[in-house]
Each structure stands twice: as structure tokens, then as C-alpha cells.
């Protein structure tokens, strides 16, 4: 059985010590007997026309969710108190992915989602965690949130939970879990 390759998807991108985060994370991986799939890996010359460029990124991304059997996701807090939208869409083309499988009733595996953040909290502390660092606006003041005990917005993690896991202890817990659950015949195709 082949290791599973796992699309790494997250802001961790944006860091100013990308390459670095880039470079740790896919060593993790290998130690847990995985194959990385960075998107790091894809954006490496960032020349060009901006519209060719942003084309360019999102085919070969999602190249990689095709080709990949599992994603992890680092879904801590980005610009605000949610995740990048970016990781939500990975994590949402997985998800649907998923769905029409199950739909097709195909025998092709699930792609399992992961997705993890570095602490605990609940997504109502998260929200006043970040209102608490934001000046009183009618914006901030006009939406409410859900009450729901979820740690994001219930639509990543329940994803997370109905093929995957949703992690609360970090990167290296969550690859930990997709090694372990591969080892279990997790990734296996359905028999149908």
C-alpha cells in the first residue's frame, strides 16, 4: 500500500517564513510515512501577468486536491476571527467531492478531511476574542453568531467530522490522525 498523498492547505502560505513553515510541514508528513502535497510547491515564480499568475495558482492547486487522497487544513483564525477563505474552499471542493461519491455511489475512496487549529476554543470565543481586539462598529455589531459548540463554522467542521476529523492540538496531531486512520484501511475504497 502506497503512502497516501495529503494536500497541506492553509494561510501558512502567507507567513514571511513560508518556505521555512513550507519545508517543516512536509517533513512531518514523511515522518508519519505520508507525501505532502504543498501548494508552496506551486507558487514558487510569482512573475508574470497578475491574471495569468492567479490562473495559473489556482489550476495547479487544485491539480494537487485531485491528485491527493486526504487534505489537512489549518483552520486557525486568519483575518479575523475565521479561517483563510482560500482553505475554505479546499475545504469545500473535498467535501464536495465527497458528496458525489456518495451520490454516484461511486467506488472510487473518500477523500477523508482534516483540519486542525492550536487550541481549543469554541467559535463564539474565537468571535469575542477578535471583537474584543476591534473598535464597536454597526458591522461588527449586526451578525450574530451561531451557539453551536463548534470550534469554526459548523459547515468546515462537520465536513471535517463526516469523512475526516477536526483536530484541536495543532499540525502535528492532525498529521498524526491521517497516518493513523491510513494505517486503519481508512483511505480504502468502499465495496460496493
Not at 14 to 34: E, P, S, Y
Not at 63 to 92: K, L, R, W, Y
Not at 148 to 155: A, E, G, K, Q, S
Amino acid at each position: 500500500m502506497s503512502a497516501p498523498k495529503v494536500y497541506l492547505a492553509g494561510p501558512d502560505i502567507f507567513l514571511a517564513n513560508a518556505k521555512d513553515v513550507a519545508a517543516w510541514q512536509k517533513d512531518v508528513c514523511l515522518r508519519h510515512g505520508l507525501t505532502p502535497l504543498h501548494p508552496m510547491d506551486n507558487n514558487l515564480d510569482l512573475s508574470g501577468d497578475p491574471a495569468a499568475l492567479a490562473m495559473r495558482i489556482y489550476q495547479a492547486d487544485v491539480g494537487q486536491m485531485v491528485e491527493a487522497d486526504a487534505i489537512c487544513a489549518n483552520m486557525n483564525d486568519f483575518i479575523g476571527a475565521d479561517p483563510d477563505s482560500g482553505t475554505c474552499f479546499e475545504v469545500g471542493f473535498f467535501a464536495g467531492f465527497n458528496m458525489a461519491l456518495r451520490l454516484l455511489k461511486a467506488t472510487k475512496p473518500e477523500k477523508p478531511i482534516y483540519g486542525h487549529v492550536d487550541a481549543a476554543d469554541t467559535y463564539e470565543e474565537r468571535i469575542a476574542r477578535w471583537r474584543a481586539g476591534q473598535s464597536s462598529t454597526k458591522d461588527l455589531e449586526r451578525w450574530r453568531f451561531s451557539t453551536i459548540d463548534m470550534h469554526i463554522n459548523l459547515m468546515m467542521e462537520m465536513a471535517m467530522a463526516s469523512s475526516g476529523a477536526f483536530i484541536t492540538a495543532g499540525f502535528e496531531a492532525c498529521v498524526a490522525r491521517i497516518a493513523a486512520d491510513w494505517r486503519t484501511g481508512r483511505f480504502a475504497a468502499p465495496s460496493r
